[in-house]
């Protein structure tokens, strides 16, 4: 199985599986990167997943369907240019020969899903399409949901093995390290990774795939209960309450507006 990026609109990332005839796609918010990509290596599009209803997620998939045919498969519970199988917690999704589970994410949209792939069989390593929900260094912005709720996804998606090639649907990874680096100034592994990602970013190459390993020892939002991120949410705002959950909201918030 081969794994890739399609870059589209200015930061997105369609990202691509395939096995040299068939391939499925995520999150095509525009069709033309796609078809082209399809066109110039000749495969087939055999399935699209939708991890929620944002444009920039599902703007393609209308023309991507009357174009091949394929299959739509999305989130129970969000609305969705249909018609397409919906699925949510304990439904697993095949394939190209591969069984992908299914996670409610809830957070940055009510109904957001994300595809978990276990690889077991496959020499592959785990892998994880996880939409707007955990970002490289970060966490999708809470439109539609609670902190507690955005909070309780990430720690499903942490809990995957550290090896699960994680890909996110946004290149936001350099800004949001900017934010870590100022929020957990003293961690090491931050740091190097920092330089890396800049390294890559010079060189127009994707960030991504990160893994669940690296995240949990990089990202802030996975990383709350670490006394160095509460001791910044504290010195952020005073009333930042104990704990997790308040370390997360505090953070979060400060995101929204940390230039
Ligand atoms: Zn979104
Ligand atoms: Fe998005």
């Not at 939708?50 to 519970?77: N, Q």
């Not at 276990?118 to 996880?130: H, I």
């Not at 260094?137 to 942490?158: I, N, V």
């Not at 990202?219 to 959950?245: I, K, V, W, Y």
């Given at each position: ?15 691509v ?33 939708l ?130 680096l ?10 190097t ?5 800049q ?25 709350a209960?670490?006394?160095a991120l ?14 997790p ?10 995101k929204?507006?940390?230039?």
């Amino acid at each position: 199985m081969t794994l890739l990026p399609l870059p589209a609109f200015s930061d997105n990332y369609i990202w691509v599986l395939h096995d040299g005839q068939r391939a499925l796609v995520v999150d095509p918010g525009e069709s033309d990167a796609v078809l082209d990509w399809l066109g110039t290596n000749g495969l087939t599009l055999d399935t699209i997943l939708l991890t929620h209803h944002h444009g920039d997620h599902t703007g393609g998939v209308r023309a991507l369907r009357e174009a091949t045919g394929a299959r739509v498969v999305g989130p129970r519970a969000e609305p969705m240019p249909e018609p397409l199988v919906r699925v949510g917690t304990g439904d697993t999704v095949e394939a190209l020969g591969l069984n992908l589970e299914v996670f409610d994410v809830p957070g940055h949209t009510a109904g957001h899903i994300a595809f978990f792939c276990d690889g077991a069989g496959t020499g592959d390593a785990p892998l994880l399409f996880c939409g707007d929900t955990l970002f490289s260094g970060g966490c999708g912005r809470l439109f539609e949901g609670s902190p507690a709720q955005m909070l309780t996804s990430l720690g499903r998606l942490a809990s995957l093995p550290d090896a699960t090639r994680v890909c996110c649907a946004h290149e936001y990874t350099l800004s949001n390290l900017r934010f870590a680096l100022a929020v957990d100034p003293d961690n090491d592994a931050l740091q190097t990774y920092a330089a890396h990602c800049q390294s890559l970013r010079e060189r127009n190459l994707p960030t991504l795939p990160s893994s669940i390993g690296l995240e949990k020892r990089i990202n802030p939002f996975l990383r709350a209960e670490q006394p160095a991120l509460e001791r910044s949410a504290r010195a952020h705002d005073p009333d930042t309450p104990p704990g997790p959950l308040g370390v997360f909201t505090t953070l979060r918030a400060w995101k929204n507006v940390f230039q």
